[in-house]
């Protein structure tokens, strides 16, 4: 056991699929205690980081320590100290609630005693009491995404790992999940959270590294990512008409670095010193159009995302709505 | 750190328990685990009139191939598919541990399958067994082989329906080569030879010396440790097969 210091300390970590490098030399440390976010878009290699930490799969190269265990050489006593919530509930349907935390508690080699009490305890913090004795397949999506989260819980782990908590669920209990797991960090876990909602790291993490292509791209506090981008100012503008490249002769505009088009909307970025809101004003009257909005925004973590990254922050969002499989129907009664 | 057996034990039990939960212990299953090859056997044995000894252990035999491997060789797949296999994997269990359990839970039923097949039938076709010891044995070797044996179909396939017709694949050849209709001895010599190297043939020779002997013969202790490598060798395939897929 080593590096007690920080609840994951990464160096070096590498993961290939066959030919195709997933995870690329990484390093980073998470210190204990805190909510710690890997940000970054669809294939970034967010879940195999993750899946790396949890002892699910080897890495190719480099190291990690997990509360003071070698993933790779202590694998079993790194899982005893962790919790892992995937990015899909991996409840079992035909199983009940309390069934489904006790099987948890089995695996994890919580005492017989009291397997049972803490499984109800979770049920009650997780406002699942009144379902304990039903099928989880009889549960809603938010139900069965907070038994999976308790279910992780049922060791009283010192890290717990969360993989896209609240992708697909609705805004209450989203809302629900994300007070939770605050709740949780304030009763000492740390949380190591995999996000592509960039609010969501912003409300809840101290600490992001963001990960694009396998690289961490940047690392830092939500205000340090911020502060990456000062000096630019941010203006959202939309006009009473879009007229063909548009975009380009904005990029035009003196003091101009960038613009992003969302629907009618653009978001120019420009030096701090550039009086851009009036060469605005004077670009829409020069074509003839009126300016139906125009806003200067402070920087947020979402600019911070697209500048350092170079993607669209929608990327991240569309593609994960896409790609989110159904969950396969299990009736326990396929034969072969 | 030495092995925690004791550990290792328990938590496969747990799991075997879950899986039953889950899986096996569900009409349509058992349905299809006795019908299937009763119906096999019936359609093949009942105009040659063969001697109810070699009926109760061909049936026996067949009734846990079909019982174990229907469920085991998709149990892992569906886990892999709704992410429930994730969850074991993230636990602190080894991979041993996962996949004895895995393995377990078609053993208990392979066990519980045979015996509902095999005690009416002695009773009715008044067949004596001659040392119900020895047949428990040979039925308990076979449901952990063919249980491992569905672990490795479970662990090639990616889907339900590859996992069906893999077994499928190995279950239909092995009935028909393996002594369990026709006598090893009546059938042609090559035949005999790829009968050797197919684990119901040890099955179905087991159950038969056990039920005619009384004594532990060097043939009966062949069997039961063909059977015993057999199973090891599956499972240990079936570990390295997973293991590479996850990594």
Same mark, same amino acid.
């Given at each position: 056991m080593t590096h007690l210091q920080n609840a994951v300390a990464v160096d070096g970590l590498t993961k290939y699929y066959g030919k195709l490098l997933a995870v690329d030399r990484i390093d980073f440390d998470v210190e204990q205690g805190s909510i710690f976010g890997l940000l970054g878009p669809n294939g970034a290699g967010k879940s195999t980081t993750v899946g790396m930490l949890a002892g699910l799969t080897k890495p190719s190269a480099g190291k990690a320590i997990v509360l003071g265990f070698d993933v790779t050489h202590e694998t079993i006593r790194a899982k005893q100290q962790i919790g892992m919530v995937p990015e899909l509930s991996n409840v079992y349907d035909e199983m009940t609630a309390l069934e489904n935390l006790v099987f948890a508690g089995q695996l994890y080699g919580v005492p017989r005693k009291e397997i049972r009490s803490r499984a109800k305890e979770l049920l009650e913090i997780f406002g699942l009491s009144n379902r304990a004795t039903d099928l989880v397949g009889a549960l809603s999506k938010g139900m069965k995404r907070r038994l999976t989260i308790a279910c992780a819980l049922i060791h009283k782990p010192k890290l717990l790992f969360l993989d896209e908590p609240t992708t697909g669920l609705d805004v209450q209990s989203a809302r629900l999940v994300r007070e939770l797991i605050r709740r949780l960090n304030k009763d000492g876990v740390t949380v190591f959270l995999t996000t592509h909602y960039i609010e969501e790291a912003d409300q809840l993490c101290e600490q992001i590294a963001i990960i694009n292509r396998g690289k961490i791209v940047a690392l830092g506090s939500p205000e340090k990512l911020k502060a990456r =981008? @000062?000096?630019? @100012?941010? =203006?959202?503008? *939309?006009? *009473?008409k879009t007229l063909a490249n548009m975009e380009g002769e904005l990029q035009h505009i003196s003091g101009v670095d960038e613009i992003h088009t969302f629907g009618d909307e653009f978001r120019v970025f420009? @030096?701090?010193?550039?009086? =851009?809101?009036?060469?605005?004003?004077?670009?829409? +009257?020069? +074509?003839?159009?009126?300016?139906? *909005? =125009?806003?200067?925004v402070k920087p947020s973590l979402e600019e911070a995302f697209i500048k350092i990254t170079g993607l669209d922050s929608e990327i991240m969002m569309s593609e994960k709505e896409r790609i989110k499989p159904e969950r396969g129907g299990r009736s326990g009664n396929e034969l072969g | 750190m030495g092995t925690n057996w004791v550990d290792i034990l328990i938590k496969a039990f747990y799991i075997a328990k879950k899986d039953a939960k889950v899986y096996y212990f569900k009409a349509p299953n058992l349905t299809y685990g006795l019908l299937m090859p009763v119906s096999l056997f019936l359609a093949f044995s009942i105009a040659g009139q063969i001697n109810p000894r070699l009926i109760a252990s061909g049936l026996t035999s067949l009734v846990i191939l079909f019982g174990t491997t229907s469920i085991e060789a998709v149990a892992i797949v569906l886990e892999k598919q709704t992410g429930t296999f994730e969850r074991l994997l993230a636990a602190p269990v080894s991979f041993f541990t996962l996949l004895l359990g895995k393995a377990l839970s078609g053993f208990l039923f392979g066990l519980v399958i045979a015996t509902v097949i095999l005690v009416p039938f002695a009773s009715v076709s008044e067949t004596a067994v001659a040392n119900p010891l020895l047949v428990f #044995?040979? #039925?308990?070797? /076979? $449901?952990?082989?063919? /249980?491992?044996?569905?672990?490795?179909? $479970?662990?090639?396939? &990616?889907?339900? !329906?590859?996992?069906?017709?893999? $077994? &499928?694949?190995?279950?239909? !050849?092995?009935?028909?080569? $393996?002594?369990?209709f026709v006598p090893l001895e009546l059938m042609p010599s090559h035949l005999e030879v790829v009968a050797r190297f197919l684990p119901l043939t040890y099955s179905v020779e087991a159950l038969r010396t056990s039920m005619t002997d009384s004594a532990i013969t060097p043939a009966y202790l062949l069997d039961i440790l063909a059977l015993g490598l057999f199973s090891f060798a599956f499972l240990a395939i079936a570990a390295k097969v997973l293991q590479k897929r996850i990594d």
């Open positions: =981008i @000062k000096g630019v @100012k941010v =203006i959202e503008v *939309s006009f *009473s420009a @030096k701090e010193s550039a009086d =851009i809101v009036a060469d605005l004003v004077d670009y829409a +009257r020069t +074509r003839g159009l009126a300016v139906n *909005s =125009i806003n200067t | #044995i040979a #039925i308990a070797f /076979s $449901s952990l082989t063919f /249980s491992a044996l569905g672990v490795l179909v $479970s662990a090639y396939a &990616n889907w339900v !329906p590859e996992a069906q017709m893999l $077994s &499928n694949f190995l279950r239909f !050849p092995m009935a028909f080569l $393996s002594g369990t």
